[in-house]
């Protein structure tokens, strides 16, 4: 009996249509007609919503003042500094100074108002700036020196930046070196934090003679406020501090941090540890009787070897604010809101200077604003509508002229060829 030949398995052809791009298709035919059609409709979009924005510009008021080359502070050490500091008896710094800058109100400014900092020529994009901090310590997590190390240096301990490490401290009885702590925060993010102070008054007289304390009126003053808590202190006006950070930061990013005990090998050297214990309510929100070692810096939570260099708090909102990184070399940053409308007139701006723009070749500004339904006040935006919608109706305009004008070439021959048929 003949054996039943085996059934023959048919591959897919790979030749479809779709492989070899024959797919059926369709493109439209630009007409001058439909040119024009198209961009008249873009013209119809873009004009009223450069309008639209225009107005929300308009609503939206933005003042920015610069001050830094206004008293060219000396923040080196000198004799005619306005913030006294002294590290150790007989040793004296005095740095910084107290700027005053008068500015006109010309609109109502209703609350909130924004107030911002701004500095220029500051790279804090740079990868090295950026890097060099401790998310984990920062969340109060227990991390290892090396680990914080790896990511902050140098500036992980106290002297690291100097070369002065193995500078002495007596620390609850017990001889270290500034190499055996650890800067909590630890990094140049921490360090470099923009550190100036403003004070906002609204001038209620005019007189010929200099501004006297009785014709200011406080509307905000800035370093009223705890840092730790983020809540207001006696004589913080009407203003505010707590919400100026992302909700995410305060909530998972930036932690009370973790403190390890006082036989620990390697101990932190931070803002000072009972203020943190007391924005907790844990203890008595004053300075302990018996300080817990030697050294003024380490006291008072400065940087070794900076008077009046404050160490962060990893709680303050200024920090995490500061802390998220801007993407161009020219920027602001939110500093306080104004809980209450500024009227027209003039006001003054009090600044406490301790931040060393020059040393970079930088600026310094403050900025007074409110938003609108778009948000901040940009122009670029309005603009660039207004243009794409302007050369639209302009081009959409004269197709449809030159095509009334001068018609179709080529269907004009065939129609002329017709007639004479």
């Given amino acids: 009996m003949p054996a039943t030949p085996a059934a023959v398995v048919q591959r ?11 797919l059926p298709a369709w493109q439209p035919i630009l007409t ?10 873009v013209a119809v979009v873009c004009l009223p919503l450069s309008l639209s924005l225009f107005h929300a510009n308009e609503s939206a008021v933005d003042i920015t003042v610069r001050y830094d080359h206004q ?25 910084g100074c107290v700027t005053d800058v008068p500015f006109r109100v010309d609109k109502h400014l209703r609350a909130p108002v924004y107030v911002y900092y701004g500095l220029d020529n500051f790279y804090q994009n740079h990868r090295r700036f950026s890097k060099s901090v401790s998310d984990a310590q920062l969340a109060g997590k227990r991390v290892s020196a090396e680990a914080i190390a790896s990511a902050t240096s140098p500036l992980t301990y106290p002297g690291e930046l100097r070369h002065a490490g193995d500078q002495g401290i007596n620390f609850l009885g017990t001889f270290l070196h500034y190499s055996d702590f650890v800067y ?17 008054y609204r001038i209620t007289q005019h007189e010929a003679a200099a501004v006297t304390a009785p014709s200011l009126r406080l509307i905000c003053n800035g370093s009223a406020f705890s840092r730790f808590t983020n809540e207001p202190l006696d004589g913080a006006g009407r203003c505010h501090k707590k919400g100026i950070a992302w909700t995410s930061d305060v909530e998972f990013k930036y932690k009370k941090p973790y403190f390890p005990p006082p036989s620990s090998p390697r101990p932190v050297w931070s803002a000072p540890k009972w203020a943190y214990e007391a924005a907790d309510g844990d203890v008595n929100p004053n300075p302990p009787s018996n300080m817990p070692s030697d050294n003024t810096y380490f006291n008072e939570g400065w940087y070794a070897d900076e008077p009046g260099h404050r160490i962060p708090v990893t709680t303050d909102e200024d920090l995490m604010v500061w802390a998220r990184v801007a993407s161009l070399p020219k920027f602001r940053k939110l500093y306080r809101v104004i809980d209450e409308d500024l009227v027209p007139g003039t006001y003054l701006m009090r600044i406490q200077e301790h931040f060393n723009a020059a040393s970079y070749g930088g600026t310094k500004s403050f900025s007074i604003a409110t938003l609108s339904w778009l948000g901040g006040r940009n122009t670029f935006m309005a603009w660039m509508y207004f243009t794409i919608g302007a050369v639209s109706a302009v081009s959409g305009a004269s197709f449809l002229c030159i095509h009334r004008w001068y018609g179709d070439r080529a269907l004009h021959a065939v129609a002329m060829l017709l007639k004479g048929d």
């Fill in 12 to 22: 897919p052809s790979i030749w479809t249509l779709f492989k070899q791009q024959r």
């Fill in 32 to 41: 001058p007609q439909h040119s024009a059609l198209c961009l008249i409709a």
């Fill in 71 to 95: 008293q060219q502070c000396s923040f080196g050490y000198n004799s005619t500094g306005a913030f006294r500091y002294e590290a150790s008896p007989g040793n004296v710094w005095q740095t």
């Fill in 184 to 200: 909590v925060p630890a990094g140049l993010i921490p360090w470099s934090m923009f550190n100036d102070t403003f004070t906002l």
